[in-house]
């Protein structure tokens, strides 16, 4: 990210009307904190960490429009830690345990709803004993292993999601779903199992309705999208790419780390090219990246809103570490993040374009 000025000021020579659109939705600033370095810490950490730590460069963005903040520091992810083991030897032990698991035998130990259950080829739905909403379900992958699925299995997942929907919609008369896949318990995960979360409103939930005012807002004001745009500007500074008609970026106002957006306009449960990008995505993550724990959503594209269909996913960080990667600031600020967008979609950009 310490590019980014650069970037956006040969966007100015370059294309000064997706310069414009960045500046109308980005505000972007720099500054450097400095510190003092005692004795102790001299005999507790080597030299050049030392060294490296006593000016640190701070990158802040934020949005305009939706409010969503994001201070950079690459040095948040060399902080000191307290960690309790190897990721591997952690992973394994939370994968064992799959006899004593209630998802390994859905129909036995979890409630259906009221029109029964959806039935995919690796995957069944249930009723959430413990509702998000009045029409909370979930969707329970047949494999154990949340990391563990081929891309068959994973458009399966989301095939048999899209017919709860259905179902579910017809009992209910609502129409706006959701879906959040929290992986792990670092995510906020109850159960190892694979499952995800499926969600029918009255309303859409509270940041996909602020969203979609903001760019109900914003079409007003330049008589443009709001999605397309933030799309454009990223695409502009090396961040974002179109395969067909899905439209990925790495956000620069992320959540958390290495957020990653996805844009279409289609049935997500029958579009396999949507899928497979979705697919490779998230192989990479887990694959090239490390990454063992997650969240995704999923804003399905619904013709009665102003803003496409949605997929955000971002890492929640390493499972072998006690401390949590959320706290006041995350809660009651801004998003604080150490990694770097650039080199995690130079990752997935590798991965969509082979």
């Known amino acids: ?124 739905t249930a009723s959430n004993i413990a509702k998000y909403d009045a029409w909370s379900g979930l969707l329970i992958f047949r494999k154990h292993n949340p990391l563990d699925f081929s891309f068959e299995e994973l458009s399966d997942y989301l095939s048999t999601a899209s017919k709860w929907f259905e179902l579910a919609a017809k009992s209910s008369g609502f129409r706006f779903p959701f879906i959040v896949w929290n992986c792990m318990p670092r995510a906020g995960a109850s159960q190892i199992h694979g499952h995800m979360q499926l969600l029918l409103g009255e309303r859409p939930y509270g940041k996909v309705s602020f969203l979609e005012e903001a760019s109900r807002r914003y079409l007003e004001t330049y008589g443009s999208s709001y999605q397309d745009d933030v799309f454009r500007v990223h695409s502009a500074i090396g961040l974002g790419a179109e395969y067909g008609d899905v439209s990925v970026y790495a956000s620069i106002t992320p959540v958390k780390e290495r957020e990653i957006n996805i844009t279409f306009k289609s049935e997500f449960g029958g579009d396999r090219k949507l899928q497979m990008c979705l697919f490779k995505i998230l192989r990479c993550l887990i694959d090239e990246a490390g990454v063992c724990s997650f969240n995704l959503s999923i804003h399905p594209f619904n013709q009665d809103m102003n803003i496409p269909g949605i997929i955000r996913i971002v890492d929640r960080g390493s499972i072998t570490s006690k401390s949590s990667d959320i706290g006041g600031m995350e809660l009651f600020g801004s998003s604080v993040i150490g990694s770097d967008p650039y080199m995690i979609f130079d990752k997935i950009k590798g991965v969509l374009d082979a």
Not at 7 to 33: M, T
Not at 36 to 47: A, I, N, S, Y
Not at 68 to 89: I, Y
Not at 112 to 123: A, I, K, L, P
Request: charged share 35%; aromatic share 10%; glycine share 8%.
């Open 1 to 124: 990210m310490e590019d980014l000025e650069e970037y956006i000021g040969a966007l100015k020579v370059r294309c000064p009307s997706i310069y414009e659109a960045f500046n109308r939705i980005y505000e972007v600033g720099c500054s450097h904190g400095s510190l003092k370095v005692t004795g102790g810490l001299e005999k507790r950490f080597d030299k050049n960490f030392i060294e490296s730590v006593k000016e640190q460069k701070i990158i802040r963005v934020y949005n305009r429009w939706t409010g969503e903040g994001a201070l950079f520091n690459s040095f948040r992810l060399k902080k000191p830690v307290m960690d309790h083991g190897d990721a591997k030897k952690i992973l394994k032990e939370l994968l064992r345990d799959d006899a004593r698991c209630d998802f390994c035998m859905p129909e036995l130990y979890t409630p259906e709803d009221d029109f029964g259950r959806v039935r995919g080829q690796h995957s069944i």
